[in-house]
């Protein structure tokens, strides 16, 4: 069986380089192998006819005997199927065509993504690099890179994606505008993304990061000062003076509530 290899190039709210698996996007789906035919194309009504038991797509592309079952169903001669051998010129059309649709099968934009246990949302995903099929009987392998651009979760707003999508633009100026004249049209700035970790995310029944991870109740901060008899009125700097024991007068009582005293009578 043919197998296919994704290498994510990561930039944006966090660079990195990194293997595809799909439980990046699927918790529920822990398996690391991706099949992948050459010649016959891919499509939702093709595999569900296919394979009408499967739950999903991507779980016939990531189990052997799905997957193989779908191979007899799409090759079947009497329906019609044309052998083609890996040599023939339209067998890289289609897997340059399965490239791309197995890429919006997992990592179309918008997408929620789990990298390192921290949810992320792809920006944009573009294919940057495919390999052609290496020879390893009894199958072949591919490879394609795809370039992910991704924010954070918490981060996620029309305005940070409009500032990483600024950019991407003034990057490419400086690309195009340095090629012609030799040097960059706009001078140095600070990117707009963080480059700092998002929050480690948690799962709800569901299997999809739903929060924070959780963290201990944090305890109320007092913000008096000790109460220091030989030092009343003052306190360390930052914080409020000391609770002082005082006596009010309480004005509920009148003075006939005293007996043994006289107090002067006003007219």
Known sequence: MSKLTIRLNISGDVTNTIKFVPAMVDVHNRKTDIFFPPTF?????????AVPEAISVPEVLTTPHMFIALVK?????SKGYKRLSMSDPKTMAIVNY????????WLKNNTKILIADRAYTIVKSKIIK????????????????????????????LVNRQKMSCDDQRNTINELYEELFGQPFFGYRAPSTTHSLAPVMYTN???YAT?????KTAQPINPYAPFMPNSRGLAPYGMMPAMIPMQYADPKHRPSDYPGKTHASTH
């Open 205 to 207: 029944n569901t299997g």
């Open 98 to 105: 399965n490239m791309e649709y197995i890429k919006s099968l």
């Open 211 to 215: 929060g924070k991870s959780p963290t």
């Open 41 to 49: 194309k891919l499509s939702e009504t093709l595999i569900r006819n």
């Open 130 to 157: 495919k390999t052609d099929h290496i020879n390893n009987a009894p199958e072949l392998k591919f490879d394609m890179t795809v370039s992910l651009k991704i924010i954070r979760k918490d981060r996620d707003t």
């Open 73 to 77: 169903f799409a090759t079947d001669r």
